[in-house]
């Protein structure tokens, strides 16, 4: 096919087939940049800011349950820009109890091809003081005022997902706390089967 694409010669009355052979040659190659397009960022298949419970942002999750216990933020923006990610919790106390919804708030740029990505891990949080339920994961222009309770009208919104959180998914108490519990009781328990295998030792 190549080498009688390359082998056709200019018709000396209306030039016809080098025209064909042309518009044949851009037309390959517009196809081939689209490939290259979809291959390099299959973003581009889910355009909008979207969660996800897999770091390859391949299953789309908006309802966290059981072992998930991250969120995986991703969507396409402007590309080479900075924006503000921002998490809130659940409302489920009118942001009377906590007098804030906001979670975390981090400093996010988009790559060349405008993908930005985020991701939140759940057990940095705790109950009470984190509340199950409806989350929100927003993105702000970079120098926004960022609201401390959820407003879907608030100044600045690029995007908006709203995903559930299930109670199970947050722990009862932070993490680090949960650690040192758990060395505790551990060393308390090796003390004490040290202390009884001393006194019998001891005894006989």
Known sequence: MWSNLLDLKLNEENGVPRLKKLGLI?????????????????????????????????TPDDDFTGSEDTVYMQGIVTASTDYQVVYYEADIDGAGAD???????????????????????????NLPTTDAGEWHSVVFTDGSEIPNVYDSEASGIVEDDTFTVAVEVIPEFPTVITVIVAMGLSFGIYYWMRQRHHRKVVTA
């Open 99 to 125: 007098e804030t919804d906001r979670l975390v708030t981090e400093n996010k740029t988009s790559n060349a091809l405008g993908v930005l990505e985020s991701e939140l891990y759940f057990p940095n949080y």
């Open 26 to 58: 851009a037309t390959v190659f517009i196809v081939l940049a689209w490939l290259l397009v979809f291959i390099v960022s299959p973003v581009y298949a889910n355009p909008s800011w979207a969660s996800f419970n897999d770091e390859n942002r391949s």
